[in-house]
């Protein structure tokens, strides 16, 4: 795997660097590296970047459509085009389609950001998981 590639794809997935989350849902307390994002580019391992950062930005946000509707998800990247909101598309490792929004020169302010993803999925009637799944870090959810 190209040196180059791991660093790319880890500059658009910053995120907590104290631990990372699996398929199977596990929270894994140990700091992300490159030999985690590599494994995860070779398709060996599942790596979960959590976005949500102690100060409550993050520098990107997905929606995640769990049904394989591309009718659904184009409406999506539309709205958001419709805001000029440069948006982008991937398959999901299982049911449908990812679409992620990059931050550029600083972070976005979570609350802002969910609230945007929020009323986009909103206005067009259509039900999607939204990460960061909250606005700020908390005793309940310390890591987001």
């Known amino acids: 795997m190209d040196k180059e590639i791991i660093n790319s794809f880890s500059k658009l997935f910053i995120g907590r660097a104290d631990c990372w989350g699996s398929i199977e849902g596990k929270a894994n307390k140990e700091p992300v590296t490159e030999e985690h994002y590599r494994r995860h580019l070779e398709k060996k391992v599942s790596l979960g970047i959590y976005p949500l950062l102690d100060d409550n930005t993050c520098w990107f946000a997905v929606i995640d459509i769990d049904v394989r509707d591309w009718q659904k998800t184009l409406a999506i990247r539309e709205a958001f085009r419709n805001f000029n909101i440069a948006v982008y598309i991937s398959l999901s490792k299982s049911k449908g389609y990812h ?15 969910r609230q945007v993803m ?3 999925l909103r206005k067009l009637g259509i039900a999607a998981e939204v ?12 890591l987001g």
């Open 99 to 113: 679409i992620w929004l990059f931050a550029d020169e600083q972070p976005f302010i979570a609350s802002e950001v």
């Open 118 to 120: 929020v009323g986009v």
């Open 131 to 142: 990460f960061p799944k909250q606005d700020k870090l908390d005793q309940m959810t310390p």
